[in-house]
């Protein structure tokens, strides 16, 4: 039986924009929160996604008082279960090469995806389904033995993301400036929020050495406009709410959920619009009928910490 004055554990949820770190006791309670940047190796190497990681970490540990260790650490990072699944020695060994963290070491760490820790926040069943629609989307499930993932391929795919919908709005945007698409509110909405008056403008701010820092946060300004009922913005909206609720099904139909009652954790800024959220959950209702929607009250990082106290009580919990 574990004390709650044995120890801690960390949580980590990684990310693409932020990192989220968290120390917390036995019972779950949050004692420090610390954020820092991207840890994801795809976009910015394993080296620059571990340094901010582990500097996150060291902060932390700076927190504990007395002789109490982390008995648990679950580091639920970017891409796990794409190209760098088979990179976690070396993930560990960039970890290591910082002195201040290595205590960790000496008790349990999981490297594991941050979709699980996702999917934990809203639902403490095993088997489900988390449907993530943010910078980002994928669909990812469970059961039994068996796990599926679906895109999370990056800006190429992942689409019903928000940088996909930031893309869908430029097109529209272009399109009326050439003639070549109706008007759209999405235009003086877009030209307003990067603070442009004209197209020359527009092309510096989207081809620079950061489009994904000028694109991401078009997908708000296409809800606003869809909310005012415009037309393309409108369409838009739906379109990724019908592209998310696809690779929840897909998910769904590989699991063989469709006839079953099963969690689906809805995670991400995709899911505040009203038009997504309404259309992504239509679509899905529509293979599976006892589907229970969940949008977590707490944070993905929350996930990472039941995952890590997991780990203690369960000797026989798989190490990712």
Known sequence: MLRDNQGYVIGVDGGGSKTTVVLANLKGWILAVYQTGSSHPRNIGIKNAIKNLAQAIEKLLGKIRGDKKILSTFLGLPAMEEEFKFKKNLIK??????????????????????????????????????????????????????????DAWGYLSEMGSAFWVGQKALQAVW??????????????????????????????????????????????????????????????????????????????????????????????????????????????????????????????????VKLAIEVLRDENFKKF
């Open 175 to 304: 399109k009326e400036l050439d003639g070549r698409g109706p008007k759209t509110l999405i235009t003086r909405l877009v030209f307003q929020g990067l603070k442009i008056k004209n197209k020359e403008k527009l092309i510096e701010k989207i081809y620079s050495k950061n489009p994904l820092k000028a694109i991401l946060p078009l997908s708000v300004l296409v809800d606003k406009a869809g909310k005012k009922r415009d037309k393309v913005a409108k369409d838009i909206m739906r379109e990724a709410g019908r592209e998310l609720a696809l690779s929840a099904n897909t998910a769904i139909r590989r699991l063989s959920f469709q006839k079953y009652k099963f969690p689906l954790v809805l995670i991400g800024s995709m899911f505040k619009s009203k038009i997504v959220l309404d259309t992504a959950k239509k679509e899905i209702k529509k293979i599976a009928p006892k589907v229970k929607f969940i949008r977590p009250k707490v944070e993905p990082v929350i996930g990472a």
């Open 93 to 150: 060994k960039e970890l290591l090469k910082y002195r201040e963290i290595r205590p960790i070491f000496k008790e349990k760490v999981i490297i594991g995806s941050d979709q699980l820790a996702g999917f934990r926040s809203g639902a403490d069943e095993k088997d489900g389904v988390v449907l993530i629609g943010g910078s980002g989307c994928a669909a990812h499930g469970w059961r039994g033995n068996r796990e599926v993932k679906i």
